[in-house]
């Protein structure tokens, strides 16, 4: 399985060495992904009492499947700075 891995891996190298687009562009893509917009609208954060509602409306927001978890946890850092 692991030679079969590492020879599919190889063979789109050598494809995109030698001018490949498709097989650059699969390199590419899981090397630098592309950052895409996030549906979703941080609440204003002005003072302390606005932080339980920011944080309501993170955990709103992947519970509906709007935020990855990863994503959740970059808008809880910054709701985090705020304290």
């Known amino acids: 399985m692991r030679n079969d891995l590492e020879n599919v891996v190889a063979s789109v190298v050598n494809a995109a060495r030698n001018g490949d687009m498709m097989a650059a562009k699969i390199i590419v893509d ?40 990863g994503e959740t946890k970059e808008f809880s850092e910054i709701v985090a700075g705020y304290r």
Do not use: H, N, Y
Not at 38 to 43: D, L, T
């Open 30 to 69: 899981r090397l630098v992904p592309v950052r895409k917009s996030v549906p979703f609208s941080m609440p204003c954060i002005e003072g302390e009492a606005d932080l339980k509602p920011a944080v309501a409306a993170i955990l709103d927001a992947v519970s509906e499947g709007a935020l990855t978890p």
